[in-house]
């Protein structure tokens, strides 16, 4: 069974103090890693695909990259606008529609 | 519409009765699920439709769940029989072909069943 673990559950940083948050995966073949943004009361927002280890992608203060067991999340210089929960998911191998999602990792960032 | 749209937006009803959960996906995207979030947990896929294929149902947790999608378009998530454990926010998400790409989320409905 495809299993997603984010840790930590909850992170507390201050304004411009960077941190990373991580996601590790147990998947059949991994077809995709997927990086959300959820703020309260919203649905998630797509940030990052990656495919494949050594894959990097950047957007704005965030860096997402992936190996063959995990992804992190490395959020630099962040601000209070940075706050939310950041959700990993992924596409297992016998499909590429159906996400396994993680339990997500909640940020705060004080200003 | 500018993004996929859900209604309503919270729903009360009590332990028995039936809802019905609506969906209006992005204009043009053919691939269109369910997920649920509760408290705590991850999310976790319900359904998926794709074009005219069979959805995928292999997500409902028992058969008071059921979904239908009209003309390719809107979908209805309904719920016989509601009981506590249902209690979740359901979130609608559509892609254009339903493949290896991002999917959009429209803001869900909290379901409380008390």
């Known amino acids: 069974e495809d299993q997603v673990t984010q840790s930590p559950e909850a992170l507390r940083l201050q304004e411009g103090e960077s941190s990373s948050l991580n996601c590790s995966y147990t998947?059949?073949?991994?077809?995709?890693l997927f990086w959300y943004r959820q703020d309260p009361g919203k649905g998630p927002e797509f940030l990052f695909t990656?495919?494949?280890a050594g894959e990097e992608k950047e957007k704005e203060r965030l860096k997402a990259t992936l190996t063959k067991k995990e992804s992190f999340l490395h959020i630099t210089a962040p601000k209070p606008e940075d706050s939310a929960t950041y959700l990993c998911a992924v596409h297992d191998g016998g499909s590429n529609y159906k996400l396994t999602f993680g339990k997500g990792t909640l940020l705060t960032v004080n200003p | 519409g500018a993004g996929v749209s859900q209604s309503p937006s919270n729903k009360v009803t009590e332990k028995g009765k039936d809802v019905e959960l609506r969906c209006d996906p992005i204009?043009?995207?053919?691939?269109l699920y369910w997920y649920r979030q509760s408290l705590g947990q991850g999310l976790e896929f319900l359904i998926y439709f794709q074009g005219n294929s069979a959805p995928d149902k292999s997500g409902l947790p028992s058969d008071r769940f059921s979904a239908e999608r009209t003309g390719g378009s809107v979908s209805t998530l309904t719920i016989q029989r509601t009981q506590q454990e249902d209690s979740a926010v359901y979130l609608c998400?559509?892609?254009?072909?339903?493949?290896?790409?991002?999917?959009?989320f429209g803001s869900g409905t909290q379901l409380s069943v008390l």
């Open positions: 990656l495919y494949s």
């Open positions: 998947v059949s073949g991994l077809r995709g």
């Open positions: 204009s043009g995207h053919t691939a």
């Open positions: 998400a559509s892609s254009s072909w339903g493949g290896d790409e991002k999917l959009f």
